[in-house]
């Protein structure tokens, strides 16, 4: 296969990996009814007039499967972090003893769910769409080689690899959905 061809290849898996990465990232964010860490990032508190993620001024623990523990740093971190945690939005309301803040997760009830599933399911369509965007990127690519010492044959080549990088890459979306959603809807 022709030298052109297999860099275009590579360049369309590597940002590939990008798009499978940043979809695993936000099905990350959205919670099953247990407590964990991830919940918390994109959080960004006022620390000294400069927005910084929750988890540079503060260690972040889970003692069980349904606590958030925060401890900021520094004391005086408190109630910006416990302002940043409310604005988030995140379905939680923090309680300040003065310490720490903790945070209780609720139990998702049926409805909440099958919320959640749904935006499981939008989300890793957003990441199929972006896959398959990358791949028609890289066929076009491949097809202006055409003039370069590259004959139809190695293009048509290439193609046929981008489809097969592009449909392996479909598959991990939906395993790690698949995984979402089962990890919601058990009870």
């Known amino acids: 296969?022709?030298?052109?061809?297999?860099?275009?290849?590579?360049?369309?898996?590597?940002?590939?990996?990008?798009?499978?990465d940043h979809c695993e990232a936000e099905l990350t964010k959205i919670r099953a009814g247990k407590a964990s860490a991830g919940m918390l990032d994109g959080i960004f508190v006022d620390y000294y007039g400069s927005a910084t993620g929750l988890s540079q001024v503060a260690s972040i623990n889970t003692p069980d499967a349904r606590t958030l523990l925060v401890q900021p740093w520094e004391k005086n971190m408190l109630v910006p972090i416990e302002r940043a945690i409310m604005e988030a939005n995140i379905g939680i309301n923090p309680q300040n003893?003065?310490?720490?803040?903790?945070?209780?997760?609720?139990?998702?009830?049926?409805?909440?769910?099958?919320?959640?599933v749904k935006k499981v399911k939008e989300?890793?369509?957003?990441?199929?769409?972006?896959?398959?965007?990358?791949?028609?990127?890289?066929?076009?690519?491949?097809?202006?080689?055409?003039g370069e010492s590259v004959s139809?044959?190695?293009?048509?080549?290439?193609?046929?690899?981008?489809?097969?990088i592009t449909d392996a890459y479909i598959i991990k979306i939906d395993k790690h959905s698949e995984a979402k959603e089962k990890d919601i809807m058990t009870v």
């Open 1 to 20: 296969m022709n030298d052109l061809i297999k860099k275009q290849l590579q360049d369309a898996q590597a940002n590939m990996d990008k798009a499978i």
């Open 97 to 116: 003893d003065g310490v720490v803040i903790r945070l209780v997760v609720p139990p998702l009830t049926e409805e909440r769910r099958r919320e959640l």
């Open 123 to 146: 989300e890793a369509e957003r990441g199929k769409i972006t896959v398959r965007n990358i791949r028609k990127d890289a066929n076009e690519k491949i097809k202006k080689l055409k």
């Open 152 to 164: 139809d044959d190695e293009i048509k080549t290439g193609e046929a690899e981008v489809q097969k």
